[in-house]
């Protein structure tokens, strides 16, 4: 009986804690992924790489080349007093749109 106390208050508390986070903390700070490139001219040019945000890991579709801070964007979630356990995308890969890298979706590439 304590035991399943104890477990429902945990989880409640693992349930609050997301719950409880402002939209933005699920984003990557804009603050520092605005200098992560995501310009491309082909699909080649696009790769999924930890972007990072308040939560933690964080994909994202980026060019190949680009270097990405997640621990800057770590940082600056700690300095802003933000944070919590939190999901991501399952990326199944990136595709260049209109000079831009963006995720593929199974509407993209249904079989895989």
């Given at each position: 009986?304590?035991?399943?106390?104890?477990?429902?208050?945990f989880?409640?508390?693992?349930?609050?804690?997301?719950?409880?986070?402002?939209?933005?903390?699920t984003e990557?700070?804009?603050?520092?992924?605005?200098?992560?490139?995501?310009?491309?001219?082909?699909?080649?040019?696009?790769?999924?790489?930890?972007?990072?945000?308040?939560?933690?890991?964080?994909?994202?579709?980026?060019?190949k080349?680009?270097?990405?801070?997640?621990?800057?964007?770590?940082?600056?979630?700690?300095?802003?007093?933000?944070s919590?356990?939190?999901?991501f995308?399952?990326?199944?890969?990136?595709?260049?749109?209109?000079?831009?890298?963006?995720?593929?979706?199974?509407e993209?590439?249904p079989?895989?």
């Amino acid at each position: 009986m304590i035991r399943q106390v104890l477990r429902r208050g945990f989880f409640s508390l693992l349930l609050g804690a997301c719950a409880s986070m402002p939209d933005h903390a699920t984003e990557p700070s804009t603050a520092v992924t605005s200098v992560v490139s995501r310009t491309c001219e082909s699909d080649a040019d696009c790769a999924v790489k930890n972007v990072g945000n308040c939560c933690g890991y964080y994909p994202a579709c980026v060019n190949k080349d680009a270097d990405t801070f997640p621990e800057r964007v770590a940082a600056e979630c700690a300095k802003q007093g933000v944070s919590s356990i939190c999901g991501f995308p399952e990326i199944p890969g990136c595709r260049c749109v209109a000079g831009q890298c963006e995720a593929k979706t199974l509407e993209h590439h249904p079989h895989e």
